[in-house]
């Protein structure tokens, strides 16, 4: 079985950061890249930022120079540091990887749980 936890989420006022956290866990073979969506009240789930597995990012537009998501691939973990919050950050976040299992050929996609993100004042 594998898992992906999210962590990190809370209130923040407008300007304010936080940094999430995403640690897969379980039967794992290879994690190849990781990313971060987020999904407003009443919105679709949008990417916001995703890392290959050599370390090669890309951001949505909207989080362009706020915005960093890294890995520590000897923990199996992805980070999303967020700078500058916004009201409109304001989320769910998720993150996604597609995931090899140990013993298999078989690549799944998974998702975390999601955590909370509020950016008010």
């Known amino acids: 079985q594998v898992q992906l936890v999210e962590s990190g989420g809370g209130l923040v006022q407008p300007g304010g950061s936080l940094r999430l956290s995403c640690a897969a866990s379980?039967?794992?073979?290879?994690?190849?890249?990781m990313r971060w969506y987020r999904q407003a009240p009443g919105q679709q789930r949008e990417l916001v930022a995703h890392?290959?597995?050599?370390?090669?990012?890309n951001y949505a537009d909207s989080v362009k120079g706020r915005f960093t998501i890294s890995r520590d691939n000897a923990k199996n973990t992805v980070y999303l540091q967020m700078n500058s919050l916004k009201p409109e950050d304001t989320a769910v976040y998720y993150c996604?990887?597609?995931?090899?299992?140990?013993?298999?050929?078989?690549?799944?996609?998974?998702w975390g749980q999601g955590t909370q993100v509020t950016v008010s004042s």
């Open positions: 379980g039967s794992i073979g290879s994690i190849y890249a």
């Open positions: 890392i290959s597995s050599d370390g090669i990012t």
């Open positions: 996604n990887a597609p995931i090899r299992r140990s013993g298999t050929f078989k690549i799944d996609a998974y």
